[in-house]
């Protein structure tokens, strides 16, 4: 399995910004599909962004879209989080598996909860 290490959260006033970073041990993550997570304190594990290993394509849920991207480069996949709002805190994690060939959707981030190597999070607090 491939070791995730996550880096880059912080604390961030409403408003502001945050990159996060996604490397793998001893791998490059250029050939994987990527999905980023995040888990708020007493919720569930959402699935936040994903891109395919295919082609590229790139997936937002909708609590997120228009704010965040998800891009590779050098070897690492990055989440970038523009105008973070409150209920943007929590632990966020980032999974990878090779495959599936498919384009990013919310099958992908469902098949990475299920075959995913996962990383511990970082976590990102966004205060009011």
């Known amino acids: 399995q491939v070791q995730l290490v996550e880096s880059g959260g912080g604390v961030v006033q409403s408003g502001g910004s945050l990159r996060l970073s996604c490397a793998a041990s001893?791998?490059?993550?250029?050939?994987?599909?990527i999905g980023w997570f995040r888990r708020a304190p007493g919720q569930e594990r959402e699935g936040v962004s994903g891109?395919?290993?295919?082609?590229?394509s790139t997936y937002y849920t909708d609590a997120v879209k228009g704010r965040f991207i998800i891009s590779r480069a050098g070897g690492k996949v990055y989440l970038q989080m523009n105008n973070l709002k409150p209920e943007d805190t929590a632990v966020y994690f980032c999974?990878?598996?090779?495959?599936?060939?498919?384009?990013?959707?919310?099958?992908?981030?469902?098949?990475?909860?299920?075959?995913?190597?996962w990383g511990r999070g970082t976590q990102v607090t966004v205060s009011s």
């Open positions: 999974a990878a598996a090779r495959g599936p060939q498919t384009s990013a959707n919310s099958a992908l981030l469902d098949y990475l909860v299920d075959h995913g190597s």
């Open positions: 001893g791998f490059i993550l250029d050939y994987y599909a």
């Open positions: 891109i395919s290993s295919l082609d590229d």
